[in-house]
């Protein structure tokens, strides 16, 4: 029993485990990957691992291995021993394997050997025939171009045969007078016209055939003979077109514009109507020589002048324009327009009035570029279709016109001259009240102030027909802004440094530092004015300007507006605040009187008082009198009115329950350090105070007097429509000076 325990237990451990059980991070299929390396495997397991228990493991799955190998031999030994005896006459059956192995790979060498060469022989034929295809095509080509180079000179001689310009004296007088029929001329220049297509079509084919094959000896040795064709065609079919524009035969210019077309020589047919039909026409128009350069009424207008080119255009050019945008002549490649008008009369502005493309004259430089655009929207008109004005648009010549109008420049000069004319005026020393007729002007909206106006007139200046340009308008909306934040800027710095009581630290501010509290009526009237008709009017005008812009750029516009105007709206605090505080600092220099009542009890022997103290009535005299005012009366709202009232008469109100809290305070401790040595004396005497608890003190007459003044300040205050306890400083003066039996209604 004790045997077969043992034998029981020889693979376990004591707590039954295997005896080669490994710890969880020793994993044997790691050993059996392809990528595995012994370093790596150490290194990643020694951060975690000790040596000692790594070298362990290792030595243990060794040994494993080892067993397992030595089991696996002991196995199949038998089987190893006998395998010697089983292999009889090996060698034999090599040398019969090998034999037919042998037959079979020289068999397959010679057939490989067949196929190559036929392959090679195949690759040499095919080789040959794309020589000889290519060899043929470039014979084929050569013979093309050599007929048609024949075909060409051979209708060029033709073209002596037929007059080119009737008008040179080319014929002599007897076929002059055999042809004086307008018929046959016209029948003439017409098979001259068409000839000149033939061959500008042969020759389109000619320059197809050389581009494939250039830098041939051939091809070459033609070059001469193709330059001649091409000089003769060129001459030839540039007097044909001339004569047919002179007589404005249409089916003639029509085969000689087909003829540029297929040479693609657009800029010939271009040029050539450009030099014989609209540089005369303009140059009677806009004279380039320096004698005749500005003798005109209008000098550098050309408003007028642009309105006779356009009539020009419709008399001597609309014909060809129409020819060249007939629809499926395939004359779209030219352009007339931009090339030939458009160009000419560049030239001639260029030449002619120079100054008119000056900024440096804004009001003439604006009325020139609109009546420029004005040109050009003319001549979009003769585009036949959208994809012609886009064409007409994107031509060299149309983006160096519109360079030539420095939109820029004009802004930063428009810029200088408003901002500039607002900037003055704000810089003066003093507000400048304007007279009544002025200020009830339609115009100015009934402002009060030369800055306002100003102010007011330049924001308008800026969207004027006379100065406003659409594409720059960005621009001029930011200049707008700038202007209300100018403004805006002005009223705080001025009104900051007089609360500051700084004097020449920022120029500009002079003017708030010198107002008077009236003269802050007047901007807090402007103010208002200026936010309703920022909100009002001014809007609208702006947007009825910008209607063309989409709905999302208007609504930008409309808040940049408005914001500038809220801008405006924030500043009337800081004014409200102004006028308060002047108001507030006449009133206390009456109210300081309330300090004499202590030493008219304290010197005196006076009886209790009975009616209030004469300053009082001064106290709301300065408010009084800012309201009853003629600025105040005339241009102070009611709400502002009452807005004034309120923070007037709380901070003074408070300012006198500060004095009257002082005085009392200073009269107690007064009266009782007084107390206090009078008992220390008679203490020191043995004697007895005569005085009866029935007797007044000095400080209860301060408190009566105090209490009177405060009795009649609360009917001052209800007089101008204060009830005196909704004040808190009132309630609390109140209590401090009244008497216990009445602190707790007020009752004035």
């Not at 991070?25 to 290194?43: A, G, P």
């Not at 990643?44 to 000790?50: A, E």
């Not at 060698?91 to 036929?118: C, H, N, W, Y």
């Not at 051939?218 to 001459?235: C, P, T």
Request: aromatic fraction near 8%; include cysteine.
């Amino acid at each position: 029993m004790s045997t077969d325990l043992v034998s029981q237990r020889s693979g376990t451990d004591i707590f039954g485990d295997p005896i080669d059980s490994h710890p969880l991070w020793f994993k044997k299929e790691v050993f059996l990957q392809e990528n595995f390396d012994s370093e790596t495997y150490i290194e990643d397991l020694k951060t975690f691992v000790p040596f000692d228990n790594l070298r362990s493991e290792l030595q243990s799955y060794f040994s494993s291995l080892q067993h397992e190998l030595v089991e696996l031999i002991n196995r199949d030994y038998g089987d190893f021993v006998n395998l010697s005896t089983k292999l009889v006459d090996v060698d034999g059956a090599i040398l019969r394997m090998r034999a037919p192995l042998t037959e079979l790979r020289d068999k397959i060498s010679q057939f490989r050997d067949t196929v190559q060469s036929s392959l090679i022989a195949l690759q040499n034929k095919l080789r040959q025939r794309a020589e000889a295809d290519s060899a043929r095509e470039i014979l084929e080509l050569l013979l093309d171009t050599f007929h048609v180079v024949s075909k060409v000179e051979k209708l060029i001689k033709e073209l002596p045969s037929v007059p080119t310009d009737w008008s040179n004296g080319d014929v002599n007088s007897n076929e002059k007078s055999n042809l004086s029929n307008g018929e046959i001329e016209t029948n003439l220049r017409e098979t001259q016209s068409m000839l000149l297509e033939r061959i500008a079509s042969e020759m389109n084919r000619l320059k197809f055939y050389i581009a494939h094959a250039q830098n041939l000896p051939f091809i070459e040795n033609m070059e001469k003979r193709i330059q001649s064709a091409s000089l003769v065609l060129d001459a030839s079919l540039g007097h044909c077109f001339v004569d047919g524009l002179e007589h404005r035969d249409e089916n003639a210019i029509y085969n000689c514009l087909r003829a540029y077309a297929a040479i693609d020589n657009t800029t010939g047919a271009e040029d050539i109507f450009r030099t014989t039909v609209v540089s005369p026409l303009i140059e009677r128009i806009i004279p380039h020589s320096s004698s005749q350069v500005g003798s005109g009424p209008l000098g550098d207008e050309l408003e007028g002048d642009y309105q006779l080119i356009m009539e020009c255009i419709e008399k001597e050019c609309k014909f060809l324009l129409e020819i060249s945008s007939s629809a499926n002549s395939g004359l779209h490649v030219f352009d007339f327009l931009a090339n030939s008008i458009l160009k000419e009369v560049l030239l001639a502005i260029q030449k002619g009035k120079p100054g008119a493309l000056s900024p440096g004259r804004p009001t003439e430089f604006l009325k020139n570029y609109k009546s420029s655009l004005v040109f050009l929207a003319h001549l979009e008109g003769y585009c036949a279709s959208r994809s012609a004005v886009s064409k007409f648009r994107s031509e060299a010549v149309y983006s160096e016109f519109m360079k030539q109008w420095n939109l820029g420049v004009y802004s930063s000069l428009r810029f200088q001259e408003i901002a500039g004319a607002l900037d003055s005026a704000l810089m003066v020393t003093a507000l400048t009240p304007v007279q009544k007729s002025h200020a009830k002007h339609e115009d100015s909206l009934e402002l009060t102030l030369q800055q306002s106006i100003t102010l007011l007139e330049s924001l308008r200046s800026c969207w004027r027909e006379e100065v406003l340009v659409i594409s720059c308008s960005d621009k001029f909306l930011r200049l707008s802004l700038q202007l209300l934040s100018r403004y805006s800027t002005w009223l705080s710095s001025g009104l900051g440094a007089r609360r500051m009581g700084r004097t020449g630290s920022n120029l500009g501010s002079e003017w708030a530092i010198s107002a008077v509290p009236e003269d802050f009526i007047y901007v807090m009237h402007d103010i208002n004015r200026l936010v309703t008709e920022l909100g009002g009017d001014y809007l609208q005008s702006v947007l009825e300007v910008l209607s063309s812009c989409p709905s999302e750029v208007l609504d930008l516009v409309k808040q940049s507006i408005l914001h500038g105007g809220k801008s405006l709206k924030d500043v009337l605090p800081q004014i409200m605040s102004t006028m308060t505080e002047s108001v507030v600092e006449k009133s206390v220099e009456d109210l300081r009187q309330l300090k004499g009542i202590t030493t008219t009890y304290r010197m005196t022997n006076k009886p209790l008082p009975v009616r209030h103290s004469p300053y009082v009535s001064g106290i709301l005299r300065p408010l009084q009198a800012f309201l009853d005012g003629e600025q105040a009366t005339t241009y102070l709202t009611r709400e502002a009115r009452h807005e004034l009232i309120q923070s007037v008469t709380e901070a003074i109100t408070n300012r006198y329950y500060e004095l009257a809290s002082d005085t009392v305070n200073l009269a107690r401790k007064t009266e009782s350090s007084l107390l206090r040595i009078r008992h220390n004396a008679q203490r020191r005497t043995g004697t007895s105070s005569d005085v009866s608890d029935n007797n007044v003190s000095d400080t209860d007459k301060i408190c009566m007097q105090l209490f009177l003044d405060v009795q009649e300040y609360g009917r001052n205050l209800a007089s101008l429509g204060v009830k005196a306890a909704n004040i808190s400083a009132y309630r609390s003066l109140w209590q401090c000076v009244a008497p216990p039996d009445r602190q707790n209604e007020i009752n004035v």
